[in-house]
């Protein structure tokens, strides 16, 4: 479940009373982590949107939309 490296599906982290999951998400990467959206299958079979939280921080200002504007992209 949570803070095990392994798929975190928005349900999962709903029940962590987590009100806005996307959201979460969203401003986890803007802050420089790593996060992957993946799919996850749960035990009945049904396939999940789900996301991969990773330990490593990627560099914020490399991935930033002020650092594209700034390099004119």
């Given at each position: 479940?949570?803070?095990d490296g392994g798929p975190?599906?928005?349900q999962d982290l709903r029940e962590q009373g987590i009100e806005?999951?996307?959201q979460a998400m969203y401003e986890l990467q803007l802050s420089?982590?790593?996060v992957e959206r993946v799919a996850h299958?749960?035990?009945t079979?049904?396939?999940l949107s789900a996301y991969r939280i990773g330990s490593r921080r990627m560099p914020a200002i490399a991935n930033s939309p002020a650092s594209a504007a700034h390099?004119?992209?």
């Open positions: 479940m949570l803070g975190v599906t928005i806005a999951p996307g420089g982590c790593d299958t749960d035990g079979g049904h396939r390099d004119g992209h």
